[in-house]
């Protein structure tokens, strides 16, 4: 359970005293605990909890006074089984009603067909886009695929819980449902489907967590006279009906939702969250005398933040670091170029440093691989080298 509330681990009564000493702090902080669950979907739900549904669910029911206490479930046929205990789950799709249609009553156990019985829908909390993912390779196979119909002949598999839209009445399934859209790129890698259909950024974030060393393997359909081979899709908050309730919960709910909305942070977050991968630059750790070892900082017992690589080449920052070796070869994403790699925006600001000073400059990288994957680490520009683009 992902627990936001500070003033538990505080006596009561110190608690208390907290809250009177401001005019304020009273009607911020008693806010009604209540138990949210949901099932991670990154970027959307990331394993920690946290990400763009999250924030947007959080803020929501913080304006209709109620602190959510999240809680990650693998399954939503485990979320089905917790929904006596549960204000509500996010972020679900509702399954198109030819999809229900055609499944609920030879497949009742179906996430679709148990969200339609079993839950109350809100207002769409915000849409994805689905795009559509080929194998680079066979891209060529698809060029008469204009629109979604054009797919019908081609096999592709349906992970568990989603509906497709605009493409259910087209998809020719190869078998049985998969648990996520992993297994679904892994098939389509082998060569065993031809196609899956994936929210673009939930796709972005398996390329960058899952496939960076294959994402080459894959291609989107996103060519400008094919626009028609994605679509949208809603995300919904769900409330057991079971709830005696629930009709005035998600009226509040609602209500709630169109302020946030109005407010101009969902587009926001998921405008960030696109650009965040987007504007990337994926490299590999090399040296150039091809030394088996590439050497970066690592702050000691922290996480290097942005600009601390600079201070670090300038001999400013108030943190020790150490030099540790990672091997040649090694996969990272740049966070922060230093500025002496860039080209000034402005040839009159600063004069060009020399090549001394655009080898030895530190930038800030995320390690993608290997004995420090997922550390924050300080690289000289000497090591960098450039993913060859697509």
């Not at 902080?29 to 394993?47: F, G, H, Q």
């Not at 990650?72 to 006596?84: G, I, N």
């Not at 009445?169 to 489907?193: M, R, S, V, Y």
């Amino acid at each position: 359970m992902i627990d936001r509330s500070a003033s538990e681990y505080l006596p009561p009564w110190l608690a208390l005293c907290g809250l009177l000493s401001s005019p304020f702090g009273l009607a911020e902080e008693l806010l009604e605990p209540v138990t949210v669950a949901t099932t991670p979907w990154p970027p959307y739900v990331e394993s920690s909890g946290d990400g763009i549904a999250t924030t947007v669910i959080d803020r929501v029911l913080r304006g209709m006074k109620r602190e959510p206490r999240v809680t990650l479930l693998p399954d939503f046929k485990t979320v089905l089984d917790s929904r006596q205990e549960l204000f509500g789950v996010y972020p679900y799709i509702k399954c198109t009603p030819g999809y229900l249609a055609r499944t609920c009553k030879a497949e009742p156990g179906d996430p679709c067909c148990i969200r339609d019985v079993h839950f109350e829908f809100s207002r769409p909390i915000m849409d994805f886009e689905y795009v559509i993912v080929v194998r680079s390779s066979r891209i060529d196979e698809f060029s008469e695929v204009k629109i979604l119909r054009d797919l019908r002949e081609k096999s592709t598999r349906r992970v568990s819980g989603y509906s497709y839209g605009p493409l259910d009445d087209f998809i020719q399934d190869a078998g049985e449902a998969l648990p996520n859209q992993t297994k679904a790129l892994a098939l389509l890698a082998q060569g065993k489907i031809d196609y899956v259909a994936i929210s673009r950024l939930h796709y972005l974030w398996l390329m960058d967590q899952k496939f960076l060393d294959t994402r080459q393997q894959f291609a989107q359909l996103d060519a400008p006279d094919q626009h028609q081979l994605s679509w949208t899709m809603d995300l919904h908050f769900l409330v057991p009906k079971t709830r005696n309730d629930a009709e005035q919960l998600l009226k509040e709910f609602n209500d709630s939702l169109a302020r946030v909305t109005a407010s101009g942070l969902v587009e926001q977050l998921k405008r960030e969250a696109s650009d965040d991968f987007l504007q990337r630059a994926y490299i590999t750790l090399t040296d150039p005398a091809a030394i088996p070892l590439v050497t970066v900082y690592l702050k000691r017992g922290g996480v290097l933040l942005e600009g601390e690589c600079k201070a670090l080449e300038e001999k400013t920052l108030n943190a020790k670091t150490d030099l540790v070796s990672v091997p040649r070869g090694t996969r990272a994403v740049v966070l922060n170029w230093n500025e002496n790699f860039l080209p000034p925006k402005n040839p009159n600001e600063r004069s060009s440093p020399s090549l001394h000073e655009q080898l030895q400059a530190l930038s800030r990288v995320r390690i993608l691989n290997g004995p420090l994957k997922n550390y924050v680490v300080c690289v000289k520009s000497m090591f960098i080298e450039l993913d060859t683009p697509e």
